[in-house]
């Protein structure tokens, strides 16, 4: 059965880019276990076939189905290749914003040992592949990100697991939200699934009138009156979010 | 086969001499790497450990030494081959391409760059880690750090506010012509010319402020796992330190790691270490493949008059 539910990343480190929809996460996590079983059971061992299954085409690719990856998140079938998962954009709120940088540069005083003696014995800082970096990264100070989403349990065997136990075991699998996540930006201190008393997946009640809480298809679903806080846009509206296929006319959050 | 899973190393570190990881200068004065944290009081700056140079002084640097130790590599590689080793490599070359069997040996010779990833002239690839930020162990991290570390690690009773770990530096660069004038080729000078004499200072991290920080190794095997451990062995072993002037004896941390789920480790390091030897040669060659061999000296010929 489907239940409502908010989930909460409590961030124990600042933020660089933006937080991923919580659909793509799940995905993502998913095609890992799939490659994993793959391996297992094939033994292939072949990158290309893990890649395919693995849901992350390189750009030049195609697109692979929409909804293929089986997630806890619901699904509303718009169109024969549009499916829109029932999650709302990451709700956050910037507390204070700066630049931080990261670096590289190679010392000589370190390298210059190790170097034959017969190739160049220069050093270029400004160019080629050894130029240095000392790049601008936009920080934001986030307490935690919210979405809101409609999910569903599993039952495997004689094992049941609810909704949110079917979440919360996708989700342990996510450490680092944004950008640099390998420099320990965004990390997730915390996942916390709970039951939430309405589905605000798409649309959150407002005085003013009902209020968009993500990126739905312009052309393939009617927009309740007086809708607030969205405007038009041109995007995708289902994972991966990037792919130039999935661009369509959207209204989306603003 | 190999089972690939996730490890969580979770570490402590006690700074055993001032912390000097900067982040610029104002004026004269060096000022210590900060990042904005909210607490109930508002935004507060608050000394941190980067993750890039965790990753890099803890993993990267030590692994590749390794690496070019065991293969008797000092003093035969091309810059482009330091740079990859050291520095993760530069994605330089206008033909990019994805060649899945350079991809399957780069990892098989190398479980180092697998962990913490790099590129080739025309190939770039991610790695398996995730280096947590170094988190000082304030008040104002408080609450951060009880979702971090397991209880019994938290210290007793309240936290220091950070500015109580915060101090100063300060160094003068002296003048020759003033400590050792009886050198000097005429005696010149040194009293009657202005003196060279330099001071400089700056922020720093006391001595005894403790930083929690850690790795996540995602789908990693058993090998990544030696690989990091060996590595971070290594950076202990020689005196581990963290940011600018450990020439001076900045930077000097006492380290506490704890690895989940629990491993060998040392049969890891010694797994990782075979693994090293055995592919020697191949990795050698690969290494000279990608970014050439390094080139014979020149023959000397007869200069024409």
Known sequence: MSTPLKVTAWLAAPLVGDPPHLDALCEW??????????????????????????????????????????????RVKLSDDVIVSRCSSPLFRTDYEYVDHFAMRIDAGNVGPLMA????QTIQHGSTATKAMFRPLRVRVVERVVWFCVAHGSQSGGTKRSPQGCLRKVLRE????????????????????????????????????????????????????????????????APPYWHPERYMEIVEPC | MSINRTYDILCVSKATSPITHNRGSEGNET???????????????????????????????????????????????ELRTLQFLFHGGSLDS???????????????????IRVIGGALPNLIVGGSIHAWRGIMVCRENENRLRTMVPADWMPEGHLLPADR??????????????????????????????????????QCVNSGAAFVHGFRLRSATPLDLGC??????????????????????????????????????????????????????????????????????KKKGKVKA
């Not at chain 1, 997946?201 to 393939?220: I, T």
């Not at chain 2, 994805?98 to 479980?111: D, G, I, N």
């Not at chain 2, 002037?245 to 380290?255: I, Q, S, V």
């Not at chain 2, 075979?274 to 000279?288: G, Q, T």
Request: net charge neutral; proline share 7%; hydrophobic share 40%.
């Open chain 1, 29 to 74: 996590v998913v095609s890992q276990y799939a490659v994993s079983i793959e391996r297992t059971l094939s033994g292939s061992g072949d990158p290309l076939r893990h890649q395919e299954i693995a849901d992350c085409p390189h750009r030049s690719q195609r697109a692979p189905r929409c909804g293929a990856m089986p997630i806890p998140i619901d």
């Open chain 1, 174 to 237: 996510i450490a680092g939200l944004g950008k640099k996540v390998a420099y320990g930006y965004g990390r997730v201190a915390k996942w916390e699934v709970e039951p939430f008393h309405a589905d605000w997946s798409w649309f959150a009640p407002s005085d003013a009138g009902p209020v968009l809480m993500r990126a739905l298809p312009r052309r393939l679903i009617e927009l309740p009156e007086r809708l607030q806080g969205y405007r038009e846009s041109f995007g995708a509206v």
């Open chain 2, 31 to 77: 000022i210590v790497s900060q990042e904005a944290v909210a607490t109930p009081h508002g935004i507060r700056w608050v000394p941190v450990l980067s993750g890039n140079a965790i990753r890099h002084r803890m993993i990267r640097e030590p692994g590749a030494r390794f690496l070019v130790d065991r293969w008797g590599l000092m003093g035969k590689m």
């Open chain 1, 117 to 120: 003696e017969t190739g160049p």
């Open chain 2, 228 to 297: 990091l451990l060996l590595s971070l062995g290594l950076w202990e072993k020689e005196n581990g330190t963290i940011g600018g002037m450990a020439a001076k004896g900045h930077g000097r941390l006492e380290m506490l790691a704890r690895v989940t789920p629990d491993a060998d480790q040392t049969e890891l390091v010694k797994a990782y270490a075979a693994h090293v030897e055995s592919v020697k040669d191949e990795a050698i060659a690969w290494l000279h493949s990608e970014f050439g061999a390094p080139r014979e000296p």
């Open chain 2, 165 to 202: 770990m915060m101090g100063r530096y300060q160094y003068v660069r002296q003048d020759a012509g003033r400590t050792v004038p009886d050198m000097a080729e005429t005696k010149l000078m040194a009293l009657d010319e202005k003196s060279g004499q330099m001071i400089y200072s700056g």
């Open chain 2, 94 to 112: 206008g033909d990019s391409n994805e060649s899945v069997a350079r991809l399957k040996t780069w990892w098989r010779l190398f479980p180092l």
